[in-house]
């Protein structure tokens, strides 16, 4: 790969070989160090992060990379300096690999079509666009589970039309053969997503789905509108209450990629119980950014 922006561009079989390499990497496989050793990489989060930044970071280290420390506060971009002159900056000190957080949707383009930058750049998010590595490492949380994604029936639930995790997830799902439903208030449903499935409430199809993929309420992206509905209200209404989890199937699992609003999305008692796989998403991420980077890494090293 020369960068990895969106996974759209990505083919089912290049998707395929990052979670299959990812899982390796869990499993105790070592990087190859030679091919990952002499690269150089930066984490620029113009939004903030805990699990993608640090995961991204983690990832760096094990495969040996070096990491070029980059804090946007203290970095020129508080003089004003833009995106692409900062990437230019760093492109031209020697940085390889640039992953970046960034409120603008589609920020990528205008790097990835520049010439003048030679750095490889990987997406950790843009705006209510694409969250390309959380997709890669739901697909291997899931695929984990499941050992296939055809026919496996995955309801995606709650705060839809401001994730980017929702997008991602619902393209690449339907696309590897997953049944998807979607569920939760009718403001936040778009009907751009009739194409992917069906929206249901979710009491209809709580007893039928193989995987719970539950959104945060990104209050931060609703332009100042509060929320029509208390905490309480939302949890009883659209969330994972103890009694609805007791109706899933034996084998179903509860996902979300956090952070979690907890007594929101789902009671606080079900963020760690037994079918939930949200901190096992957590773990997850560092394997799945280790099978990105170190792709990124070969394909740097074939088109020399
Ligand atoms: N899931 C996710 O993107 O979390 P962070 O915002 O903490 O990176």
């Not at 109706?247 to 606080?268: C, F, G, S, W, Y």
Request: proline share 2%; glycine share 6%; hydrophobic share 40%.
């Amino acid at each position: 790969l020369k960068n990895f922006v969106s996974v759209e561009e990505l083919t089912n079989l290049e998707i395929m070989s990052l979670i299959l390499r990812a899982s390796e990497f869990k499993n105790g496989v070592q990087p190859d160090r030679d091919l990952t050793e002499g690269i150089y990489a930066s984490n620029l989060f113009f939004e903030n992060s805990t699990r993608t930044h640090k995961s991204f970071e983690m990832a760096e280290h094990k495969l040996g990379m070096k990491v070029i420390s980059f804090d946007t506060s203290t970095s020129s971009v508080s003089k004003g300096e833009t995106l692409y002159d900062t990437v230019l900056t760093l492109s031209a000190i020697g940085v390889d690999v640039v992953v970046i957080r960034h409120s603008a949707e589609a920020y990528y383009k205008e790097l990835i079509e520049s010439p003048g930058i030679t750095a490889s750049i990987v997406n950790g998010g843009d705006g209510a666009g694409q969250h390309p590595s959380q997709c890669l490492l739901d697909l291997l949380t899931i695929y984990e589970e499941f050992h296939t994604f055809s026919g496996v029936k995955v309801a995606i639930c709650g705060d839809l039309s401001h994730s980017r995790v929702a997008k991602t997830n619902m393209q690449m799902l339907q696309r590897l053969g997953a049944t998807i439903y979607f569920t939760g208030p009718e403001e936040w449903y778009d009907s751009t997503f009739d194409q992917y499935g069906t929206h249901k409430e979710i009491d209809d199809i709580i007893g039928e789905v193989d995987v719970m993929m539950l959104l945060r309420v990104q209050t931060e992206r609703h332009g100042g509108k509060a929320m029509r509905y208390t905490k309480a209200e939302y949890l009883d209404q659209f969330g994972l209450t103890v009694a609805r989890e007791a109706r899933m199937k034996e084998t179903a699992i509860i996902m979300h990629p956090a952070p979690v609003n907890r007594d929101v999305e789902l009671a606080d008692s079900l963020v760690e119980c037994r079918r939930s796989r949200i901190v096992t998403q957590m773990k997850n991420g560092v394997f799945a950014r280790m099978a990105i980077l170190e792709a990124i890494a070969n394909g740097r090293t074939t088109n020399v």
